[in-house]
C-alpha cells in the first residue's frame, strides 16, 4: 500500500478516494475502523465519523485505523481533512494530528487544507473560500463548526500544544528543494506543523514533492495531488459513466449549507417531488421516517426528502431542541428512511451532507466502495463493494453547481427511472 488514509468524515473520503483514482492509484474506500484485513490496493482510505464527535474519541477511533494501515503497510499515512477546516477550538484537526504524529514518529508535519478546484485557498495563513475570507462566508454560520477565524496558524495552535508556523507562498513558489530546506529550518527552530500557502495545483505538486519522504501528511483531498505524483502513475482517463444496479432513485439531503439548500431550490422548481423534514414533528411522533418512505415510494420518478434549513431557522430549531438532540434526530430519521428504502427497492442514493452521509451508509450496511466518475469536483458516484449492491453518490454540502441533483444520474448506465 503506497498511500494509507484516515478521514474524517464519509464524503471527504469519497472526494479524497476520487483524487487518488485520478491520479493513477487503485484506490478503495473502507468504513470505519477496519475489524479484519484491509483490501490491497495502492491507497485504502478509511472513512471514520469523527469530525464532530469529543476529540478524545476523534483520536481513539484515528489512531485504531492509521494502525490497521501501518499494519497493512502503507509507506506515507495522510490525515484529511475538510477544505474549510471544520473544527473547533477543542479539536478535531489538532488532537488528531498530534496522536498521529507521535505513532509515526514524524518530528515535522504540514496542514493542507487547499483544493483550489473548489476555491479553497490559502495564502499568508489565511483559508479563502473564493473570493472571500473563511469567517466572511457561510461556514461563519455552520450549525456544528462555525468557522469564525480564517488564520489556520491561529485556529491549529488554539486545538494544539505543538509549535505551529507557516510554510509561505513565495517559498513554495521557488519550488520542491526550497520547501525542503524550509522544512529543515523549522525542525530546527522547534515548530512541529507547517499551514502551508497554497493558491493553485502547481503549489500542491511542489509541496507533495517535497512531502515524498514525510511518513505522515495532513489536508484536505487537494494534497492528494501532490502526493500520488510521487509515485509516477500519471492522470488516468476520467470514467464517463457508472453502471449501477437496477432499481429506484432517491436524494436525502441533511446538509443545511448554502450550496445544498440552492440544489434544493433548483430541483424543485424544476419539478422534482420533495418532502422536508419537520424536526418538532419529529420529535412529537407526528412526522415518522415510515410515512416520508412511504411517500417517497408513492412517487412516479426520483423523489428528494431534505431537511436543510437557513441559518435563522436552524438556530431556532437548535435554541428549542438543542445543537445534538436536532442533529442526532435529523440523522436517524434520513438512515432509517434509507433503510426502509432500501428494503423496498431503491438502489441509487445521493446523499448531500457529511454527518448525513455517515449516518445514511451505516444504515445501509455499505462496508466499503469502489470509486466511479466524477459527477463535480470532489464527489463521484461509487459503487459498493461491501453489503447491499448500491450506487452511492455522496456529496459534501459544499460542493456542487445548483443543478447537481438533476445531472448526477446523466453518469448511471441502464439506471431505472
Partial sequence: MLIGAVADDITGATDLCLMLSRAGLHTVQVMGVPTGALPHADAVVIALKSRTIPAAEAVQMSVAAAQALLAAGAGQVLFKYCSTFDSTDQGNIGPVTEALMDLTQTPLTIACPSFPANGRTVYKGYLFVGDQLLSDSPMKDHPLTPMRDSNLVRVLQRQTALPVGLLDAATIAEGPDAIG???????????????????????????????????FVTGGSGIALGLAANFGRGETAKASRMAAPAGRRVILAGSCSQATRGQIAAATAAGMPALALDVDRLAAGTQTA????????????????????????????????????????????????????????????????????????GALGVSMLEIGPEIAPGVPWTRSSGGPDLALALKSGNFGAPDFFLKAWDLLEDAAP
Fill in 181 to 215: 530546506l524550509a522544512f529543515a529550518r523549522a525542525k530546527t527552530s522547534g515548530q512541529r506543523i507547517l499551514v502551508a500557502d497554497t493558491l493553485t495545483d502547481a503549489d500542491l505538486l511542489s509541496i507533495g514533492k517535497a512531502c515524498a519522504n514525510m511518513r
Fill in 290 to 361: 415510515q410515512q416520508v418512505a412511504d411517500w417517497v415510494r408513492a412517487q412516479p420518478g426520483t423523489a428528494l426528502v431534505y431537511s436543510s434549513a437557513d441559518p435563522e431557522t436552524l438556530a431556532h430549531t437548535q435554541a428549542r431542541l438543542g445543537r445534538d438532540a436536532a442533529g442526532a434526530l435529523v440523522e436517524h430519521t434520513l438512515a432509517s428512511i434509507s433503510q426502509r428504502l432500501r428494503d423496498a427497492g431503491f438502489t441509487q442514493f445521493i446523499i448531500a451532507g457529511g454527518e448525513t452521509s455517515g449516518a445514511v451508509v
